[in-house]
């Protein structure tokens, strides 16, 4: 391999790259049991930055960026997270219906358990009591569809809507029933 190197009294002169084979099949040895380029270069006695070119001019496939991932990071939780909404996440990345990350609900997985099988992604778990970090079997109740759920779930929530609000909502070009104009009135 060769590079340039600039000097401003002599100008551009052409180097050689001296190779230290020794350290090369060392590297690679270490490379290939996936050791990150720090812990490579403590053992052979060079910088990680060294052990990075020798990975570039030498084209040794490269371990990923950044820290150790799952257990081998310090911050690993044992594959369990809470998401925004407040469901419990594990880490199942050989499940076939994972997000991207390899998760899934802890729900889906407790009810899939119970059941024996995989949910279909069209099937619904429906916590009891609202709460969805509580995945005990005895809370989750299971609907084969969407709207089946919303039929038991919203049954009997019907909002109580101002006269006012109406006449927005005519206005606004929605369709209100004869019904809700009946129940609007008897609020007010």
């Known amino acids: ?3 340039f190197q600039y000097n401003l009294w002599m100008g551009v002169r052409l180097m050689k790259f001296q190779t230290d084979y020794k350290a090369l099949e060392q590297i690679t040895k270490l490379a290939a049991q996936g050791l990150s380029s720090k812990e490579i270069a403590k ?25 150790p991932t799952g257990e081998r990071n310090g911050a690993w ?10 469901y419990v996440l594990l880490k199942a990345p050989g499940h076939p219906f994972a997000n991207s990350h390899g998760y899934v609900r802890e729900h889906r997985l407790v009810m899939e358990a119970h059941l024996g099988r995989y949910l279909q992604p069209n099937e619904i778990v429906h916590h009891k009591d609202g709460n969805y970090s509580n995945n005990a079997i005895e809370n989750l109740e299971i609907f084969s569809s969407n ?7 919203l049954s ?4 109580n809507w ?7 909502m005519v206005q606004n070009g929605y369709r209100v029933g004869a019904w809700q104009k009946q129940k609007a009135r008897k609020a007010t």
């Open 1 to 3: 391999m060769l590079y």
């Open 43 to 67: 053992i052979v006695g060079k910088t990680p930055k060294a052990v990075q070119k020798y990975f570039r001019r030498h084209n040794i496939p490269c371990l990923k960026q950044g820290g």
């Open 77 to 86: 939780k044992g594959g369990k997270q809470i998401d925004k909404r407040g």
């Open 147 to 153: 709207s089946e759920h919303l039929k038991k779930t």
């Open 156 to 159: 009997g929530r019907v909002p």
């Open 162 to 168: 101002s006269v006012e609000g109406f006449e927005k």
